[in-house]
């Protein structure tokens, strides 16, 4: 029989305060700056990861973030160091945006012995536990489960933590989903389910799947709050994360975010994304796209020139570039490692 995790009469949360940052006002010029950078390095870094795959140099699956930025770097803008994140397969703007190396990301994709999970793991299986990222995930939904256990944790050692579950519009109507959601709301987790509504599941739109399209409302029959959020513009994404971490932090349980975002490229890079017409992305692009609407407010309020968005567009091209030539030259993982990795004795 399960068990309500323990509430510490003193938390353990460590030296470091854990109070929100929605206490600011509002993003500094610096940190937009930062935003729209973090938002190009994951955008580079998945088109040179598109090229490699174009080259063979990438096997498996391989399903890009392009698009999507503004979602996991305004998430992780409002984060504290002992917050955890777990997501699915879509899930190389997560590492980034988690502060793991570029290069140890790219060398995984191409299954280098540098990669982070040694060149075994690929796209969809990489983590670190040293950035509080607990994996991609390749089972539709799996995460789900494995992210409301994290927040258990998060509440059973009282360490001040909450657990950003990512997860997509074609996995909300997975049983193991409303599962989760229930356990977490009896037991008062913190827990933050971030849905990442790009508005096709594969290839299938969200009007075809889901007879209720306004997902936030999915956790409405176990008490759980949930909000709509644009997810293409970063500070709105950083302002509900903001809110939804400070519920978190105060013992009031989970919240669910429904971010409203979109992919350019297709599922997958073996998706030719047919079921949907070129006018329709390249309109998203034109009117929507997160990192240019970034740039544009930051031109206007005249925290940077045309000049210093190229510097640094300059500078993120070449941390791509030379993430990729590190991955080309690192080792491919030995045959011996086979059987590391396998089994952990406790």
Request: some cysteine; proline content about 5%.
């Amino acid at each position: 029989m399960a068990r309500s995790p323990k509430t510490p009469a003193k938390s353990k949360a460590p030296a470091k305060s854990t109070a929100s940052k929605s206490s600011k006002s509002g993003p500094t010029p610096d940190e937009l700056k930062q935003y729209y950078r973090e938002m190009l390095v994951i955008r580079r870094f998945e088109e040179k990861a598109g090229q490699l795959y174009g080259m063979g140099l990438i096997g498996g699956f391989c399903h890009l973030y392009i698009g999507q930025e503004a979602v996991v770097v305004g998430m992780q803008a409002a984060a504290e160091p002992q917050d955890t994140v777990i997501t699915s397969y879509r899930d190389h703007g997560h590492m980034l945006a988690c502060g793991m190396d570029p290069k140890g990301v790219m060398a995984e994709l191409t299954g280098r012995r540098g990669g982070y999970s040694k060149g075994k793991g690929g796209s969809m299986h990489m983590f670190s536990r040293e950035k509080n990222f607990f994996g991609g995930h390749g089972i539709v939904g799996a995460q789900v489960p494995l992210g409301t256990g994290l927040a258990f944790a998060h509440k059973y050692k009282g360490d001040g933590g909450v657990c950003m579950v990512y997860f997509g519009d074609g996995a909300i109507n997975q049983g193991q989903v409303y599962e989760s959601f229930n356990m977490a709301a009896i037991w008062n987790l913190p827990v933050i389910y971030v849905i990442e509504n790009n508005k096709y599941g594969m290839g299938t739109s969200i009007e075809r799947t889901s007879k209720t399209p306004d997902l936030h409302t999915r956790g409405a029959a176990h008490g759980i709050p949930g909000e709509p959020v644009d997810g293409m513009d970063v500070i709105a994404v950083q302002e509900a994360a903001a809110r939804a971490l400070k519920q978190c932090r105060e013992g009031k349980g989970p919240v669910i975010l429904e971010m409203k975002t979109y992919r350019y490229r297709g599922h997958s890079m073996s998706d030719p994304a047919k079921y949907r017409t070129k006018e329709e992305v390249q309109k998203v692009r034109r009117e929507h796209d997160p990192i240019d609407t970034l740039a544009h407010k930051l031109l206007e309020a005249k925290v940077v020139t045309e000049d210093d968005l190229k510097a640094i567009d300059k500078e993120v091209k070449a941390m791509a570039n030379e993430a990729a030539e590190f991955a080309q030259q690192s080792p491919e993982p030995d045959v011996s490692e086979l059987w590391t990795d396998v089994l952990l004795e406790a």
